[in-house]
């Protein structure tokens, strides 16, 4: 290819990349949404494959709808479809960083004769999805201590309350006796919320009402899971975790707790990231990790978007795993992230 014009490819999305990162890096307020204390209507039941297709669905028609329009029979490979097709990855929020890193990567198959046609290119950028994710180093979300001890974080409105119901019910489906603590006593309305999705996934929970200390809650949900053998206990904390140091000491304070008590825990700390929410959500997940000690993530409201790309995005600048994602309103719509799925499904024709 053309030297030049591929160094003035290059100097435009250098200026690009600045100017995102720039947007990114401006502190922009998170708006605090409810979480939805009504019980969904029941559906039928469906089969894994088909929930994650349905809550993918947004983001599959618009990642094929795009690379149809591109990947025309007759177009050659070229700069310039190397270069809308970059700005269609970020488009579908794979994010500046990832997406470049892809393109890079299929620049070089292009220079080396390797693709011929839009079908092998759009082929090469899956399996290239596939290695980013493939090569996030993933522990497995096992449930193996005696009990498992998980914190779970994350900014209010993201589904945090409602994740934390989904996943005892899903833990309970794996045989596992699960006990929750409502650990997030800056929020009133988080304890009635997780009182209301505890009796609806049909696990025990531990509660101080009136009680402005989390880390005392905690103390009893320890004390409990100690009485009845629970296999597994789930911490609600306090959302805005990220940029209230009073809050962060209070975490602090918890894990101490935990520690003292449990060797090793806790044994997962989750942060809940909402896929609406975009860019938005990694600038989140970044401040988060920074400072709590994340070590998994799930994402939520994968059905609401068009653009859940930012899925890839996130595990990949973060370099941590996915291991669930939300793809609906309905107690059993919380998934186990399965990287090939995931993209084979945004692929599917």
């Known amino acids: 290819m053309n030297d030049e014009k591929k160094k003035g490819f290059f100097s435009r999305f250098k200026r690009k990349k600045n100017d995102e990162e720039a947007q990114e890096n401006r502190e922009e307020p998170v708006a605090v949404e409810p979480e939805q204390e009504t019980e969904p209507e029941d559906k039928p039941k469906t089969g894994f494959f088909s929930k994650l297709k349905a809550g993918l669905k947004k983001t599959t028609d ?19 479809l190397l270069e809308e097709l970059e700005e269609m990855l970020i488009g579908a929020d794979i994010g500046v960083q990832t997406s470049m890193e892809i393109i890079e990567r299929v620049r070089r198959e292009v220079d080396r004769k390797a693709l011929k046609n839009g079908e092998e290119l759009k ?34 409105g993201v589904g945090k309350t409602t994740t934390i119901g989904k996943l005892a019910n899903y833990m309970r489906g794996q045989d596992k006796t699960v006990c929750v603590c409502a650990a997030d006593t800056f929020r009133a ?57 009073n809050l962060m000491n209070e975490l602090a304070k918890i894990r101490r707790i935990t520690t003292r008590d449990f060797e090793n825990a806790p044994h997962h ?41 930012i899925a890839v995005a996130i595990a990949n600048e973060l370099n941590m795993p996915i291991q669930f994602i939300g793809v609906g309103e309905q107690m059993n719509d919380l998934l186990p992230f399965n990287h090939q799925d995931f993209v084979n499904l945004l692929f599917k024709d």
């Open 62 to 80: 618009s990642l094929k709808g795009g690379m149809d329009r591109l990947f025309l029979a007759t177009r050659p490979i070229d700069e310039d």
């Open 123 to 156: 082929e090469h950028i899956k399996k290239e999805l596939l290695r980013i994710l493939a090569e996030i180093p993933n522990k497995g979300f096992n449930l193996d201590h005696n009990p498992t001890i998980i914190l779970v974080v994350g900014v209010n």
């Open 189 to 245: 309305a988080a304890v009635e919320q997780l009182q209301i999705w505890a009796e609806r996934a049909g696990v025990d929970i531990v509660l101080k009402e009136g009680s402005k200390d989390p880390a005392a809650v905690v103390y009893d949900a320890l004390e409990r899971v100690n009485e009845t053998n629970a296999d597994v206990l789930l911490v609600d904390t306090a959302g805005r975790l990220h940029n209230n140091p």
């Open 269 to 309: 700390v989750l942060l809940i990231l909402d896929a609406v929410t975009g860019q938005n959500g990694l600038q989140q997940a970044k401040k988060f990790v920074d400072k709590v000690g994340v070590t998994d993530l799930i994402i939520t409201k994968l059905d609401g978007t068009a653009k859940g790309g």
